[in-house]
């Protein structure tokens, strides 16, 4: 190999040929500019405001005909500096209607086989199913008739007088609906809300979500919300104060939103007595035990009870009803202020849950309060309903044990991941209230992100996906025609949970351990909760937030995690190696006093149109420069370059370098130096992380931030200076950047060293800087 001096080496990086795109400019017009309700810090600004609503509703649930009817009065406060002239709310099941639903089509190909039932559902899709709420009644409070017009799961509330900044308007809205059959998958599979039914003792559990006519929200950035309910993107609504009132068969059980407060008229001496004993115990407490929810279960009350719930300052209100649950409780504190943890759950799942769910709820609080904000609510509530599903304090999830009451260890996990998760949304986007129609990632991302920290606290070998890098790069080495940027509508994404969930808890994990390091990401992370809890942030607020409160400019981060589908593939392509010969002699090594020719005067010789004009411009005369003598003087003096002769004004300088002296021998002659040449083969800039392991087998880890690659994006060359031999170097040892192509992350055959020569370098030697070489010409020339 060539002989380098260590100077050369040095800098070779910076005089590679450049390969500059744009990876690492700012974001610039890709994020909206700042205003004074969002700022550039990501913070909300002094002119932030959202709307209010608040709701009291009475409903009645018709077990036997498995519907549900509602009134509801609503109380909208407008907090916007404008004059709203309509509403508009949004039917989030007319979903299930087969005229009133959004309409989204997907595509769908001619089966080889099919089943009755398939073609049923094209049989029904002809006509009205039914399904969807039905408005009845829409007053104001005097009971004076209001225009609405429904627009498929949207409806528009025509105000009989525009509505003031600052104003409130109230209203009422009667209403029903068809539950629909969650177990009935091919119709309504997927379904937030609906009846399950239970064939050996023929009774329903109830998940009742995205129920009653709910004001869409109007926002500073949004305007109305407008992008219709399909089922994939999910909600996002207005903060406020719910009282609801559910009348349901007397022998159910009833969990909710909020707290109930009527539990001395809904419960039995005997439940109330549990209940106010499990507001001090440390293992949860069964207020219904198995054994009285299988007697319940044996018949039907005809009686009806009313269950009276109240939640302050939430964006949703959500309930499920039994006579099939056992109730358990425990109480946690948070900062100081206890919160009832409890869950709901039926003979299916009581092996899981009876065991774990009320204890993960907790650990969930704990956990994500310690990583957010302190959770704010009196309850959290974990109800087994077979699916995952969020709502404010309360969330639905799986975990049903085999026939025989066993269970895998696979159930387990996926039970305790799911509660962690949907618990953990009462965070995000319950109380950080990101808008899911818009934005998936928002909140499945960021709670994804946590549900993986707390995951881990949990089991520190908890099989979690979405956090680990290495779990992500199935995912990211798919072709690109069946990828999208994060950065993308909630119905438009291909691979919803590998892109909205797992992509971006693997990316926030990378930034934490990788990119920014624990402390300050944490820190940045709960600025942004705390900045944005009770608010409604956008995807710009959270990039300029993490960027403001660490102090690093993540532009190139989001840029390529975000904005782009480029995956981590970094190579190691080749390995020079070299030893310092440290006997060298420098080439002017006895010459203390060589001579060195004088730099040429400095003019611009060619005279470009500037120069020309500038000789006959009137214009730029100065007054002083009147006398164009004085002029031609200051442009003519003394630069005549066929007059300058190098050789005449020799200037003595010194050598710079003399050969090591014993102590630098010493020091550098055992030294190796190895300069790695890598290439981006997946075009996503990452840190280079590279674990050195030497010939005695002792190993290194070394780290190379990814602005490294801010000059040449595709291949960058960096010289190391060892004091043990290599025997072999790899790329990212700890799997931490989400590289796709291992095989090119190792290189052992390092070929025998070339050799570096290593000078002394004496101090004070080099030539004075900064002399103009005419005015030393001058100064020997006497003038
Ligand atoms: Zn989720």
Redesign the pocket.
């Known amino acids: 190999m060539a002989v380098l001096s260590v100077v050369q080496a040095q800098n070779i990086q910076n005089n590679s040929s450049s390969n500059h795109a744009n990876k690492f400019e700012q974001l610039g017009t890709l994020l909206p500019t700042p205003n004074e309700q969002r700022t550039a810090s990501g913070a909300p600004g002094p002119k932030y405001w959202q709307q209010r609503v608040d709701y009291d509703i009475k409903c009645e649930l018709d077990e036997a005909n498995n519907t549900l009817s509602g009134s509801e009065t609503i109380t909208y406060f407008n907090n916007s500096p404008e004059t709203l002239s309509y509403f508009w709310m949004q039917l989030d099941e007319n979903q299930h209607s087969t005229v009133n639903n959004a309409n989204y089509q997907n595509q769908n190909t001619l089966p080889q086989q099919t089943t009755d039932k398939v073609l049923d559902r094209f049989e029904e899709n002809k006509g009205d199913n039914g399904y969807g709420v039905k408005i009845t009644k829409l007053t104001d409070v005097a009971g004076k008739f209001i225009k609405y017009t429904i627009n498929k799961t949207m409806m528009k509330v025509d105000l009989p007088a525009p509505l003031k900044p600052g104003q409130k308007f109230v209203f009422k809205v009667d209403w029903n609906y068809k539950i629909v059959n969650r177990g009935d998958f091919i119709r309504f599979g997927g379904a937030r809300g609906g009846y399950e039914n239970f064939s050996d003792d023929n009774n329903n559990n109830y998940t009742i979500t995205q129920w009653y006519p709910r004001l869409c929200r109007y926002s500073d950035d949004q305007g109305w919300q407008n992008h219709q309910f399909t089922g994939t993107g ?1 909600f996002t609504l207005c903060f406020g104060n719910f009282k609801v009132q559910m009348t349901v068969p007397a022998d159910h059980i009833v969990g909710a939103t909020g707290e109930c407060q009527n539990y001395a008229q809904t419960l039995s001496a005997t439940q109330m007595a549990r209940w106010q004993k499990a507001q001090t115990v440390k293992e949860p407490l069964q207020i219904v035990t198995l054994d009285e929810a299988l007697e319940a279960s044996k018949q039907k009350s005809s009686r009806k009870k009313t269950w009276i719930y109240k939640a302050d300052n939430v964006r949703d209100f959500a309930w499920t009803s039994s006579r099939r649950f056992v109730w358990d409780a425990m109480p946690v504190m948070i900062e100081g202020k206890k919160v009832m943890t409890m869950s709901y759950y039926a003979k299916e799942a009581y092996p899981i849950y009876s065991r774990y769910s009320t204890k993960v709820v907790a650990h969930t609080l704990k956990s994500y309060s310690h990583f957010s904000v302190p959770y704010p609510y009196p309850v959290a509530i974990s109800v087994e309903g077979n699916q ?3 709502y404010p304090m309360i969330s639905f999830n799986p975990g049903r044990a085999l026939p025989d009451g066993s269970y895998s260890e696979g159930a387990k996990n996926a039970a305790i991941l799911v509660i962690i ?2 618990v ?2 009462t965070f995000f986007p319950m109380i950080v209230n990101s808008d899911e129609r818009q934005w998936t990632w928002m ?2 991302g960021l ?2 992100y946590l549900q993986y920290l707390t995951q881990e606290l949990w089991d520190n070998k908890f099989p979690s996906q979405g956090g680990p890098p290495f779990t992500i790069t199935d995912y990211m080495k798919l072709p690109k025609d069946e990828l999208e940027p994060i950065m993308t509508n909630s119905e438009n994404i291909k691979n919803f949970g590998s892109n909205a ?1 797992d992509k971006v808890a693997t990316g926030l994990n990378i930034l934490r351990e990788t990119i920014v390091g624990r402390e300050l990401f944490d820190n940045a992370f709960r600025e942004y909760s705390k900045r944005w809890a009770f608010k409604s942030p956008a995807p710009a607020d959270l990039f300029r937030s993490l960027e403001d409160a660490t102090g690093e400019d993540l532009d190139w981060f989001w840029r390529g995690w975000f904005y782009g589908t480029d995956a981590c593939d970094i190579s190691i392509d080749t390995v020079k190696y070299a030893v310092p010969d440290v006997t060298a002699m420098p080439n002017q090594m006895n010459d203390t006093t060589y001579y060195r020719p004088l730099a040429k005067p400095d003019v611009n010789a060619f005279e470009d149109l500037s120069k020309i004009r500038n000789k006959t411009d009137k214009r730029i005369v100065f007054e002083t420069d009147k006398d164009t003598a004085l002029r031609d003087f200051y442009w003519n003096y003394d630069r005549a370059i066929e007059k300058y002769d190098s050789t005449k004004f020799p200037v003595p300088v010194k050598a710079t370098t003399e050969p090591l002296d014993e102590e630098g021998k010493k020091k550098y002659g055992s030294k190796h130096l190895y300069e790695i040449t890598f290439s981006n083969k997946g075009g996503l800039v990452m840190p280079i992380i590279l674990e050195w392991t030497y010939k005695d087998g002792t190993k290194e880890v070394e780290r190379i931030p990814a602005q490294v690659w801010r000059k040449n994006e595709k291949k960058i060359i960096k010289t190391f200076l060892k004091d043990k031999e290599v025997a072999s170097v790899t790329l990212d040892p700890y799997k931490e950047t989400a590289d796709i192509d291992e095989s090119n992350n190792t290189f052992g055959d390092i070929k025998t060293p070339g050799k570096f020569k290593v000078f002394k370098q004496k101090q004070n030697m080099t030539p004075q800087q900064g002399i103009n070489p005419m005015q030393k010409a001058k100064e020997k020339k006497g003038f």
């Open positions: 999910e995952g599903m969020e998760h949907e953990g949304h909140d499945e709670n994804s969930y």
